[in-house]
């Protein structure tokens, strides 16, 4: 928790318990059903928490924005960044329904109200969101293929609607195909832990 603090100081009360019991929750539901590697959950906050919160630091959402994370599994990046923007409105969907259980549990169990979920693959999601998000789930291409219809043409950030990915290592064979425009930003520059060395944060105007 400390890690988060250190980046994002200004957190209410609220915010921050919410963030608190994120590691007892996700201990708990990760012994039942694996979001998370196992190895893993010691590391919650800089692994997964704080990464997720990179988008947040790339950009910040406007008050009154929508956003789909895709392949959300357990809830990375979508429950950290509802915490984090709790006047936008997040919308976390997976077509595996036990790892949406997860998320559901935890959202509910932290009093998050500003998130929707559902069971079902992103190609069968019809409504319309300001930024899709998502972390480690598909190619880049594929991605922008899928979730083209889910964004809004009207304009409310400083940066227009589109896509924002959190990925590692190698990015440029999945960039090169990639037609629209594109932003990538190093999470290194945000976060000067080690973990983020490698990892980097995606936008692709949609
Ligand atoms: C490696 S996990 C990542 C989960 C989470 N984003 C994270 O970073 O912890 C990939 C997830 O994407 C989901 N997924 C893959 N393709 C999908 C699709 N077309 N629609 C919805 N979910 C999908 C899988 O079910 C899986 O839960």
Not at 157 to 185: D, H, Q, T, W
């Amino acid at each position: 928790m400390q890690i988060i603090d250190k980046y994002f100081p200004i957190l209410s009360d609220t915010q921050k318990k919410q963030i608190d019991d994120l590691y007892d929750l996700y201990t708990d539901w990760n012994a039942k059903i694996n979001v998370i590697s196992r190895k893993d959950i010691e590391n919650l906050y800089l692994h997964h928490v704080l990464h997720s919160l990179g988008i947040a630091k790339m950009l910040n959402f406007t008050s009154g924005s929508t956003i789909m994370d895709v392949g959300t599994g357990g809830g990375f990046p979508g429950i950290p960044l509802a915490i984090l923007f709790p006047e936008c409105k997040f919308h976390l969907v997976d077509r595996i329904g036990k790892k949406i259980k997860v998320a559901t549990e935890v959202s509910a169990a932290i009093g998050l109200n500003n998130v929707t979920f559902r069971h079902a693959g992103a190609e069968e999601e019809k409504q319309k969101f300001d930024f899709v998000v998502s972390r480690a789930v598909m190619p880049l291409n594929d991605l922008i293929r899928i979730i083209t219809k889910n964004i809004k043409t009207d304009q409310k950030n400083a940066l227009p609607n589109g896509l924002i990915c959190l990925k590692g290592g190698e990015l440029e064979n999945e960039i090169k195909p990639v037609k629209k425009r594109a932003l990538v930003y190093n999470l290194k520059d945000y976060f000067s832990e080690d973990f983020f060395d490698t990892k980097k944060a995606v936008y692709v105007q949609i």
